[in-house]
């Protein structure tokens, strides 16, 4: 009997903020150990948190961008527990009344097996709440104790907590990529997944289908989404057999190990849930007003969903594509200004970022933004294949010198002597010495040899030296050879 | 999803027991003798059973409030104010490290 996979996600992301939630300390990443800790962030007494309007901006962009309800009035809580890296004893953050309510983020899903078509799927969200972030334990910093760095603490957090909507590891996946996609493309979240910046807390249950939700175990602090798909999948299959096997799935959170890719169940501890939230007495109720969403909303670039749309109703790419050229606003740019030198061939376009620039990039391990070969510059080898300037081969050789060396493609054309031959007289003189020097294939031709049409191709190309233009030289030809 | 208004009222104050107190003051990290749980469950159920008082009176015209004060947080702009002053703070803690403050070992 078939098992139905019940999939949610709670994507912590870090706020691209200069400074923290409630104090001026920077938040900037890999400084020495507690020189960005001021007395807030190690709750001396009598300080006082005082709300950045930079964060809250960030969580009204996000809500926009997912068409959620952005509320007018929300409210800060204390969550209280103890561990050292927290030294109020609370994390201060929302629980009633977050700043951000239901909303959605469609994706495209592309099957991790088999020959399944990628698919859209829209995945509800539930809220996403502005919260403060917690310190680092260095565990084993000194003999038999732990070394607490307090930089972290304080740095604004949005918790994007998804509707449990996705029923596979792909989907989860899709989604958690297109989230990430997302916080980067509004420059809310710089997404360095290695850093910290972007963390999912993944919530996995099975049931039969049509039977009410199963137990759900969550796994913790998932940075990858290679890792994201392998707990999953893990996951799922260590609650199916514990099911078949007569046993009963317990909630628990979970960590997935990625040396032995399984996952184990954390120490439960004791009253861990019991966070006594209440609203926090030092903090007033935040008010977004309808014209600060305003003003924020013309702050906003045109986003990855719409920007798809466009590129497939107007420009005639395929999803696919459109989906892959959207998939950070670097690539899009690119896009859009190798395009701009030639509007009519998006096409062309698309398959030579795809192809061509990703294969090289790819090889080089290089991301976009650090490509040799600029859009203008790629743009100016595909203006010369439009115009029948360069045929490809000759446009892929312009490419590959372009990336080692540099240079524009008219000066790389001219110095290889790439230029096509496209002048009619040229090409039937070459057929004519070719035909000339063939005579005997000539007449086999002519007597029903068809495919020696091939040889002709050949031969008159290797005497053009490559730089006949290929469709005219066929034209030519099947003129010529019929007699 | 836990709640920060636990549904108050009479049984409830009158049903306050010594063991919630103990549950409370763990989650608190407070040590008690027995002695002070029962000062502490007398007194706070004086407390609940001022808030069942409360409770009884009818509010359905009032807009509940999350914050004594009828106003509306004050933002800061996102511009660092704050220095390194990480010697300072280090001076009165009990034990620090390589610029860690030290606690006792915390096992997961």
Not at chain 1, 229 to 242: F, K, L, R, S
Request: glycine share 8%; proline share 5%.
């Amino acid at each position: 009997m078939t098992w139905e996979i019940v999939i949610g996600l709670e994507v912590h992301t870090q706020l691209s903020t200069n400074t923290k939630i409630f104090s001026g300390a920077s938040t900037a990443f890999g400084a020495e150990p507690n020189t960005q800790a001021d007395a807030v962030s190690l709750a001396l007494p009598g300080v006082l948190p005082v709300l950045n309007k930079g964060a809250v901006e960030r969580a009204i962009k996000f809500g926009l961008a997912t068409g959620s309800h952005i509320a007018a009035h929300s409210v800060f809580a204390r969550k209280n527990y103890f561990y050292p890296d927290l030294p109020k004893g609370y994390q201060i953050s929302q629980m009633d009344l977050p700043v951000v309510g239901r909303g959605s983020l469609t994706i495209l899903v592309e099957p991790l097996s088999g020959n399944a078509k990628p698919y859209e799927k829209t995945v509800r969200i539930t809220r996403a709440h502005l919260e403060e972030d917690a310190g680092k334990s260095v565990h084993g910093a000194a003999q038999g104790m732990t070394g607490v760095d307090l930089n972290r603490a304080g740095t604004p957090l949005l918790e994007i907590v998804s509707e449990p909507d996705m029923c596979s590891a792909a989907e989860a996946v899709a989604y958690a990529k297109a989230l990430h996609t997302l916080v980067r493309w509004i420059g809310i979240c710089d997404g360095n997944m290695q850093e910290g910046s972007f963390r999912c807390d993944v919530n996995v249950s099975v049931r039969k289908p049509g039977a009410p939700l199963g137990t759900r175990r969550e796994i913790k602090n998932l940075n990858s989404f290679k890792f994201m798909q392998q707990a999953i999948d893990y996951e799922v299959q260590w609650q199916i057999d514990t099911i078949e096997n007569g046993g009963k799935v317990q909630q628990a959170t979970i960590l997935f190990n990625p040396d032995t890719g399984e996952t184990r169940a954390m120490r439960s501890k004791e009253d861990a849930h019991d966070y006594r939230y209440f609203p926090d007495p030092d903090l007033l109720p935040l008010e977004i007003s309808p014209e600060w969403i305003e003003q924020v909303r013309a702050t906003l670039p045109e986003l990855p969903h719409t920007k798809q749309a466009r590129y497939v109703n107007e420009l005639g790419l395929s999803a696919y594509d459109a989906s892959m050229l959207t998939s950070s606003r670097e690539m899009a740019d690119f896009f859009e200004t190798v395009l701009a030198a030639v509007p009519n061939d998006a096409k062309m376009c698309a398959n030579w970022i795809m192809g061509e620039v990703n294969a090289q990039l790819n090889r080089d391990g290089l991301d976009m933004s650090q490509s040799p070969i600029t859009a203008q510059q790629l743009g100016g080898i595909l203006k010369r294949i439009a115009d029948n300037t360069i045929s490809n081969s000759g446009a892929k050789e312009v490419f590959r010198t372009m990336w080692t060396e540099g240079g524009d493609a008219d000066a790389i054309i001219e110095a290889k002597g790439l230029k096509q031959v496209s002048d009619s007289g040229a090409i039937e003189a070459i057929v004519d010495s070719v035909m000339a020097a063939n005579a005997e294939k000539v007449a086999e031709y002519r007597s029903g040899k068809d495919k020696l049409f091939g040889f002709f191709v050949g031969a008159a190309m290797k005497a053009s030296q490559g730089k006949a233009n290929p469709a005219q030289l066929n034209e030519v030809l099947k003129q010529k050879l019929a007699g | 999803m836990i709640t920060y208004r636990p549904y108050l009222n009479k049984e409830f104050a009158m049903s306050l027991s010594t063991s919630d107190v103990e549950k409370v003051a763990r989650l608190a990290r407070l040590a008690m003798t027995p002695t002070e749980i029962e000062v502490a469950r007398s007194q706070l159920s004086g407390i609940f059973g001022l808030i069942a008082e409360m409770q009884a009176v009818d509010t359905g015209g009032v807009t509940p409030m999350s914050h004594s004060q009828d106003l509306a947080q004050r933002l800061r702009a996102d511009v660092v104010s704050e220095s390194n002053q990480r010697e300072a703070f280090q001076a009165i803690a009990p034990q620090v490290e390589g610029g860690l403050y030290l606690v006792p070992q915390v096992i997961e």
